[in-house]
């Protein structure tokens, strides 16, 4: 049986593929509905639609590439159905390669069997 700290890994990954293909509406299973994101320059999404539709709009800009998060610990909650996942993100485009990156720290919850994200922070601390 899959640990929920590899699960979520697992599922941290996934979602680094889909942003990489482009697929964005396929992005939508893995957020809460009233899921809440802060970005890197502190603008707040709240909702998995417009999470979503954030994503879709990223992907029309023919230099984007991906964004990736690398997680780098889970912690799971005593009752095991939430966790909180910290790592790295960076943000990549053609021209410029690597060139926003920070921190992020997201919340995970566990609904009818399967983890998702219920909020995500991310830091940037490096532009260039």
Same mark, same amino acid.
């Given at each position: 049986?899959?640990? =929920? !700290?590899?699960? #979520? *890994?697992?599922?941290?990954?996934?979602?680094?593929?889909?942003? *990489?293909?482009? *697929?964005?509406?396929?992005?939508? =299973?893995?957020? &809460?509905?009233?899921? %809440?994101? @802060? %970005?890197? &320059?502190? +603008?707040? @999404?709240?909702?998995?639609?417009? @999470?979503? !539709?954030?994503?879709?709009?990223?992907?029309?800009? =023919?230099?984007? %590439?991906?964004? %990736?998060?690398?997680?780098?610990?889970?912690?799971?909650? +005593?009752?095991? &159905?939430?966790?909180?996942?910290?790592?790295?993100?960076?943000?990549?485009?053609?021209?410029?390669? !690597?060139? #926003?990156? +920070?921190?992020?720290?997201? *919340?995970?919850?566990?609904?009818?069997?399967?983890?998702? #994200? !219920?909020?995500?922070?991310?830091?940037?601390?490096?532009?260039?």
């Amino acid at each position: 049986m899959t640990s =929920p !700290e590899d699960a #979520i *890994a697992a599922r941290r990954k996934l979602t680094n593929r889909l942003i *990489a293909g482009r *697929a964005a509406a396929r992005l939508r =299973p893995f957020f &809460d509905p009233k899921a %809440v994101v @802060i %970005v890197g &320059d502190g +603008g707040l @999404i709240v909702g998995a639609d417009a @999470i979503v !539709e954030a994503f879709a709009a990223q992907f029309q800009d =023919p230099d984007f %590439v991906a964004y %990736v998060r690398t997680t780098e610990a889970v912690s799971l909650a +005593g009752n095991g &159905d939430r966790a909180a996942e910290r790592g790295a993100w960076a943000a990549v485009s053609r021209s410029r390669g !690597e060139h #926003i990156s +920070g921190w992020y720290l997201a *919340a995970w919850k566990k609904v009818r069997g399967q983890w998702l #994200i !219920e909020s995500e922070t991310f830091v940037t601390l490096q532009e260039s």
